[in-house]
């Protein structure tokens, strides 16, 4: 298993064997991602049994869903479209410079690296290394120190298919994780929150290595006049409650327009009653991962008791051998200055807050940090173009929730607070990518009457 106490050495074994093979084939890129998709699937019960393990209960379907499935669909789709990807694009040449041509050779980077999260820890670790090992990188990868079993056979399986000089694993504590961010590599991509995500792009720019950052934030869901209340719950619902809230893309929080709130949340608690039928002790709803975050979701909580609002707890809190499910819960008009409406909830916390019109909709989106994604609940196409014109977010979904991150076509990044850079499919493998600039000079060409002594005739009858 790769030593946690010397990820210099992994580091400096990579760049080595980058430097041996520093444009390998397609053939060998595709080899590299049949083996990351052989490893997921061969070993998809125990990577399941670990993640359950770490959060004290993960329903496997989500597992099974958001972890396994979304590899596997990545994969599938970079090697269909890898070819291609790799062919240098040609570009346009002015044609003061014709016969000469000019074209965009897609260069790999080197080594990199990759720190993941732990509320999807084989996921968030492991997609972004299809996209690098796709664009002919070599990958090191620290996962979460708060899912130690499931980074531990990340590790261990990592060491079975691959070489170390390919893709490793360096398992490891915080301590390890700064060491690992303080590499001189090629790009490093960060999943996490705001706060570490900039502690890692201070120690990247030491080394003036270029980062991806993925960073959440507070994303809305916003439920227009026109809306299916019913469908609108539905869908809210799922992207919410999936693994416990714990997921970066999650509703946040609700605009509804103020006639229909109360139909919405009587919506909401019919949803939750057919998706959990045993309510939290359900094997369909996960648990909170982490003693820390359950402590602060629920000081967050009870901050929005003591100040007075409405909360609608829809199922109870259930300890488990190890771990804790706290239940899905709706919290009605919440202040702005909470913590629940200052902070990222990551949790199955739901504040919902009524609205006048679109106007005041919009302002309360705009005037706050940019999301990593935008939820509408509307058909009316002109509602549709005020949003994509007048708000900025990772991306936009219209009538539904997190499903955009299953689009392997679709870049995946946030924007302002909520992250720099995307990847996801073609985006990652640029990202990943050096898009070097390549000009070829023809033998017999004119630019040589642009030598000094300058010809100012020609210069005015060329425009210059």
Known sequence: MADARHPEARFAAQRLAFRSEPYPTLATRRDRLNRLAEMTHRHREEIAQAICQDFGHRAEAETRLAEIATLHQAVAHARRHLKRWMKPRRVDVPWRLVPARARVFPQPLGVVGIIAPGNYPWNLALLPAVDAL???????????????????????????????????VIDGDIATARAFSALPFDHLLFT????????????????????????????????????????AAERIAFGKWLNAGQTCIAPDYVLVDQPHLGALVTALERTVE?????????DDYSAILGDSQRERLAAMLEE????????????????????TKLPPTLVLEPTAGLRLMREEIFGPWLPIIGVDDLDTALTFITERPRPLALYAFTDDAGVRQRLLTETHSGGVVF????????VPALPFG??????????HGEAGFRRFSHERSVFAQARRNP???????YRHWLLRMLGL
């Open 399 to 406: 009538n539904d929730t997190l499903w955009h991150n299953a």
């Open 274 to 282: 057919r998706f959990y039928r045993e309510g939290t002790a359900s």
């Open 192 to 231: 996490g929150s705001a706060a570490t995500g900039r502690k890692v792009a201070r120690s990247a720019a030491a080394n003036l290595t270029p980062v991806t950052l993925e960073l959440g934030g507070k994303t809305p869901a916003l439920v227009c006049a026109d809306a299916d209340l019913d469908k």
């Open 134 to 168: 796709a664009a002919g990188n070599r990958v090191m990868i620290k996962p979460s120190e708060h899912t130690p079993t499931t980074s531990r056979l990340m590790a261990a399986l990592a060491e079975r298919y691959f070489g170390a000089d390919e893709l490793c």
């Open 414 to 423: 946030g924007v302002g607070e909520s992250g720099m850079g995307a990847y």
């Open 304 to 323: 929005a008791r003591d100040h007075g609002c409405r909360v609608i707890p829809l199922g109870e809190t259930q300890k488990l051998r190890e771990g």
């Open 447 to 453: 630019v040589g009457l642009l030598n000094p002594p």
